[in-house]
Nanobody, 122 residues
Framework: VQLQASGGGLVQAGGSLRVSCTASGSIFSTKTLGWYRQAPGKQRELVAA???????YYEDSMKGRFTISRDNAKKTVYLQMNSLEPGDTAVYYC?????????????????WGQGTQVTVSS
């Protein structure tokens, strides 16, 4: 599976952006998809995940501000980001296959997109 992310940009604090990630390949609809982000000097962290049936998961700091969704017909996963803060500045990556284990949490096992830069100015 190859992934192509898009939609990043520069936005003022309090603003909104929607990033998208489109996949090639035939198994997209059966997988849990996810968005991660990596800020300069920090480790990549999970933002949100969405299962094949549409069940969603969010990291605590993103709850209520971010919404993950998917369109299997378009092989695309979206991340709508509202009330953006400077701390949300990062490169946002999508992953095509997330697995969850109770002992270790979420693990990104699929392909990575190339990332899209989101910059939030104060």
């Amino acid at each position: 599976v190859q992934l192509q992310a898009s939609g990043g940009g520069l936005v003022q604090a309090g603003g909104s952006l929607r990033v998208s990630c489109t996949a090639s390949g035939s198994i997209f609809s059966t997988k849990t998809l996810g968005w991660y982000r990596q800020a300069p000097g920090k480790q990549r962290e999970l933002v949100a995940a969405i299962s094949a049936s549409g069940i969603t998961y969010y990291e605590d700091s993103m709850k209520g501000r971010f919404t993950i969704s998917r369109d299997n017909a378009k092989k695309t996963v979206y991340l709508q980001m509202n009330s953006l803060e400077p701390g949300d500045t990062a490169v946002y990556y999508c992953n095509s296959d997330l697995q969850y284990a109770s002992a270790t949490g979420w693990a990104p096992l699929g392909s990575w997109g190339q990332g899209t830069q989101v910059t939030v100015s104060s």
